[in-house]
């Protein structure tokens, strides 16, 4: 059976979706209310075996990238695509949108030349 994760938006508005209600398979309990969701259960199973074995290997990319068999070049390039999809920049902090930098852009709050570096390509 394949692996699916659960939506972290909402397909209507796009608003974060809350996990309001998890059943158990074993007995039928279930339990509603409004819980805290995982950032790393929407990953793909190609995602989370990265995380887990940089997490494994204490954050060596060498020692991944023998894991793997590739390059340590697209070691970088795969935990730079995986903190992406956290919403992370490589630096560690959150990665601002191209919507918001636009946003920032027509509310004056920075110049067309901080809005230009501040987007992608």
Request: aromatic share 4%.
């Amino acid at each position: 059976m394949a692996e699916r994760s659960a939506p972290r938006t909402c397909p209507v508005c796009g608003d974060q979706l809350h996990l309001t209600r998890l059943s158990c398979a074993g007995c039928g309990t279930e339990l509603s209310g409004d819980f805290e969701t995982c950032e790393f259960c929407a990953l793909g199973p190609a995602d989370r075996r990265l995380l887990r074995l940089f997490l494994s290997s204490r954050g060596n990319l060498k020692a991944i990238e023998r894991q793997l068999g590739v390059s340590y070049p697209t070691v970088r390039a795969r935990l730079d695509q995986l903190l992406a999809r956290l919403g992370l920049d490589p630096e560690g902090g959150p990665q601002e949108s191209p919507l918001e930098v636009l946003q920032a852009l027509a509310r004056g709050e920075l110049d067309l030349e901080q809005a230009q570096a501040r987007l992608p390509g």
